[in-house]
Nanobody, 113 residues
Framework: QVQLVESGGGLVQEGGSLRLSCAASGFSFGRTDMAWYRQTPGKQRLMVAWISWGGSPSVIDAVKGRFDISRDNDNNMLYLQMNDLKVEDTAVYYC???????WGQGTQVTVSS
């Protein structure tokens, strides 16, 4: 059974940092592309960062230079390091297995001004 469990969200002041984690199980994590998405109320869920199974990362322009995606294939973990957080980064963040598509339950990130 595929499981993706996010953790690390919370409330942080603008300019602060958070590190999100996603514990994966039930599939060959080391052979699977993974991503982080985020969603705000009433809006579509959008990709923030993507990483290939081999470790090649990519982030959207809005977070470039502030967010880093990484993975630990030995321990089936996906990470999102978020620095210099802005109010507009407030969202529920989801871990996603690209294919076949699977989602975690999400973790709330709230950035206060």
């Amino acid at each position: 059974q595929v499981q993706l469990v996010e953790s690390g969200g919370g409330l942080v002041q603008e300019g602060g940092s958070l590190r999100l984690s996603c514990a994966a199980s039930g599939f060959s994590f080391g052979r699977t592309d993974m991503a982080w998405y985020r969603q705000t109320p009433g809006k579509q869920r959008l990709m923030v960062a993507w990483i290939s199974w081999g470790g090649s990362p990519s982030v959207i322009d809005a977070v470039k230079g502030r967010f880093d995606i990484s993975r630990d294939n030995d321990n089936n973990m996906l990470y999102l390091q978020m620095n210099d957080l802005k109010v507009e980064d407030t969202a529920v963040y989801y871990c996603k297995r690209i294919a076949p598509e699977s989602w975690g339950q999400g973790t709330q990130v709230t950035v206060s001004s």
